[in-house]
């Protein structure tokens, strides 16, 4: 038995349902109430947050383009993605991956990641990241935009600069560091 699971842990009731909290369906393609975020160069599109699941994870749709995802990075909690159309490269601790629509990518907490679009097709995933939060970065760091495949502008140097900076105060708050180059310069390819 996973020592991990809910059945290892000591046995106490189940609390009551707490009818102050509602069933969420999330609809990216039509929720204009649902935030859409560019930030990367990909469009991030938060079905569920923290509010919706009292804090235990969130969940992204990610729309990401030919040459697209994040750079090196490593975080302090569990992540997973989904592949709903196309495919990644995928570098978990410095080894790469294919993985493609139908496939699921799980990341453990703490390890250096990363993953690219290298095909000629737009990607789309969905990202779960447990508990939750980095919807949250996301928010603080990217630009709202208006649909799920909306690109997000591009910056001039002064705005670049500001999300730089802005990005490099919130990580810690977030559990979030840039791995190999550096942190300075992985966040100044992300704004670029």
Do not use: W
Request: with cysteine; aromatic share 6%.
């Amino acid at each position: 038995m996973n020592t991990h699971s809910i059945a290892s842990q000591p046995f106490t009731p189940i609390p009551a349902d707490n009818p102050e909290r509602s069933l969420k369906i999330a609809r990216p393609n039509t929720d204009q109430s649902l935030p859409h975020i560019g930030l990367v160069g990909d469009t991030y599109t938060v079905l569920l947050s923290g509010d919706d699941t009292n804090g235990r994870y969130c969940l992204i749709d990610m729309h990401i383009p030919p040459g697209g995802g994040p750079p090196p990075h490593r975080h302090d909690f569990e992540e997973s993605f989904t592949l709903l159309e196309g495919e990644i490269e995928a570098t978990f601790r410095g080894e790469k991956s294919v993985v493609k629509a139908g496939e699921t990518l799980s990341i453990p907490a703490n390890a250096p990641h990363s993953f690219t679009n290298a095909s000629k097709e737009t990607v789309r995933l969905l990202c779960l990241c447990a508990p939750a939060g980095q919807e949250e970065f996301f928010a603080q760091v990217g630009v709202p935009v208006a649909t799920r495949t909306t690109p997000p502008p591009k910056l001039d140097k002064e705005a670049q600069a500001a999300s730089m900076k802005k990005a490099e105060e919130l990580m810690p708050r977030y559990r979030t560091e840039m791995v190999k180059p550096g942190p300075i310069e992985i966040i100044e390819k992300l704004f670029k």
